[in-house]
């Protein structure tokens, strides 16, 4: 290693661009979205998502209002080719919503790709080459002449095969790969050879995107680089200029709005910045920058959890504490000063007045969220030290919501009291918050839900269970199917509850281990949400615990399903 590393790194030039526009311009509309969540995000993964959870995140897309989805790589994964034959052969492609495919500039791998998309009404075949001065030389050895010969040919492939199947409407997207670290002429050549071998013209646009590939440069140096092909490109009334912004130097949001100013026309990301490396640019930050500056992105983001629960759960990837708009505690002040402020903001707040509340540049209302964590005053050891001392003594580890509510459960408390709380005191609450019983006990369940057992069985790939709860003096037995032994307890309590997310936990070591189960969980059709928590030494009986103690914190109540009294059961059964 160099003694002075950033001999290694020359700057990336200038652009001549004298009399640039872009700073003096102002956004005034949104750009056409497209997310790549599915193709992009997706290869990024760990894990890549199978079909059904890619139908899953496809049809969230469409909720949130996408009008151009990118679907996957068809040439590449017979799960990608599978997924899009599916999307168009099973229906699930509203009108009005276009899918998009990529491929590279190889004929054997466009021909799948354009069959792929056999029978939609309209789509995109995206193709792409890598044009950079350090690809040309290192990649694939080739000029810049070899690059334009092979773009004109395989522009004209695609054009050839698409020809065959008349009743789709075809757009071209093409991208110069790693176009920010391509000369500009270079860049501009392969554009125009693009336009040129597919025709562009009336009724027959093509979109140019500008990626950046690689984020190399300060987001002013991309703008210039846009204005500059949007001044230069041929045909440009029939194009339409896109970008698609890595995160590499973390400036992935401001050089894709910088770029809109510049001339472009439309953004590609992915949604919470999920991509390869850094990420993507990040589409619901940049949307909802947008509401912060008087304008409508057309993207729903009004239940922001909602989304965020989708994504995480088909992607396995966690959205941070502190991420923009969306994390957990983005909308939560520590400081009392700031809290203060927040307060006094709220206090003097309109309804129909323009927002003006101190530290928080959107209304959470707006997405969703509530206030609750904004406007509670923490003491020094809130949410933070509660969490500590739970997971340090009692071996609990709370999920992120979990933290804040029941550090609420706490506020309250301490707030009254005026005196610091244990260790064991905040045990105490705890189990009394959750229906623990006693010390957590793993056999009871301190509410008038009370659970005495299950009988779990599997028939056909289906779970069968039958639960017998004791209640004022009766016992219901209550039968359901489901899924799984969770989803067919629960429509065996007959309770009208929906489950948000399920997580477990292992509570002590050795032969003293017992499984914690946590729900979180909501009333349905109603608003909120609460968290229920089980604890047995059987995980699938903590799970119909943390069930009970979720309906219970929630107000509901099981159905009777043909409970007989205690006695008349005792007989029945001797």
Request: glycine share 8%.
């Amino acid at each position: 290693m160099l003694k002075n590393p950033s001999t290694k790194y020359p700057p990336f030039p200038a652009i001549a661009l004298a009399d640039r526009q872009w700073p003096q311009r102002t956004l005034t509309r949104a750009p056409i979205w497209l997310s790549t969540d599915l193709r992009d995000g997706n290869q990024a993964l760990f894990e890549p998502m199978n079909g059904a959870t890619k139908l899953r995140l496809f049809k969230e897309l469409v909720r949130i209002g996408f009008k151009e989805i990118e679907v996957g790589f068809p040439s590449a994964s017979q799960t990608d080719f599978d997924f899009v034959r599916n999307l168009v052969e099973g229906g699930h492609i509203p009108e009005g919503v276009t899918p998009m495919v990529i491929t590279q500039a190889r004929e054997e791998l466009i021909e799948p790709t354009v069959r792929s998309l056999k029978g939609a009404r309209r789509a995109i075949v995206h193709l792409y080459n890598a044009v950079a001065p350090v690809w040309r030389d290192v990649v694939f050895g080739m000029s810049v002449a070899q690059v334009m010969e092979l773009i004109h040919e395989q522009v004209g492939i695609v054009r050839r095969y698409t020809e065959q199947y008349p009743d789709t409407q075809w757009v071209l997207q093409y991208s110069p790969e790693v176009f920010s670290m391509t000369e500009l002429d270079v860049s501009l050549q392969a554009c125009n050879t693009a336009i040129r071998a597919w025709d562009a013209g009336p009724g027959r646009p093509i979109i140019l995107n500008l990626p950046t590939t690689v984020e190399n440069a300060m987001p002013n140096v991309f703008a210039d680089q846009v204005e500059w092909m949007d001044r230069h490109l041929e045909r440009r009334e029939h194009v339409i200029l896109s970008v698609h912004c890595h995160n590499d130097r973390g400036t992935g949001v401001a050089a894709s709005e910088m770029a809109q100013l510049a001339g472009a026309q439309r953004v590609e990301g992915c949604l919470f910045g999920n991509g390869e490396r850094s990420g993507n640019v990040d589409l619901v930050t940049l949307a909802l920058n947008m509401y912060t500056q008087g304008i409508d992105p057309g993207l729903d983001f009004s239940d922001i959890n909602a989304v965020a629960r989708v994504a995480e759960s088909c992607t396995q990837l966690p959205i941070h504490p502190r991420h923009p708009y969306v994390g957990d505690l983005v909308f939560t002040a520590f400081s009392g000063s700031h809290q203060d402020a927040i307060k006094k903001g709220f206090a003097v707040q309109k309804p129909d007045a323009a927002w003006r509340v101190p530290y928080l540049p959107i209304d959470p209302a707006d997405l969703g969220r509530t206030y609750d964590s904004v406007i509670r005053v923490n003491s020094q050891s809130g949410k933070g030290g509660i969490a500590y001392l739970l997971e340090r003594h009692h071996g609990v580890v709370m999920p992120r919501r979990m933290q804040i509510e029941f550090s609420a459960v706490v506020q309250r408390i301490t707030d009254a009291s005026e005196s610091e709380m244990t260790a064991a005191q905040l045990w105490e609450v705890f189990c009394n918050t959750y229906h623990l019983g006693e010390n957590g006990a793993a056999d009871e369940i301190a509410s008038p839900l009370g659970y005495r057992h299950h009988r779990l069985q599997e028939h056909e790939g289906r779970q069968n269970i039958e639960i017998e709860i004791e209640r004022e003096g009766r016992v219901l037995r209550c039968r359901g199917t489901g899924n799984g032994p969770l989803d067919a307890a629960a429509h065996a309590l007959g309770i009208g509850i929906d489950i948000i997310s399920y997580e477990e936990r292992a509570v002590g070591t050795g032969s003293d281990a017992r499984a914690m189960a946590i729900i979180e969980a909501g009333a349905r059709g109603k608003a909120g949400a609460r968290f229920g928590v089980g604890v047995h030494a059987n995980i699938v009986t903590a799970s119909i615990l943390a069930l009970l103690s979720a309906a219970q914190r929630l107000g509901l109540s099981i159905q009777d399903s043909g409970g007989v009294p205690e006695a008349a059961r005792r007989a029945t059964i001797a």
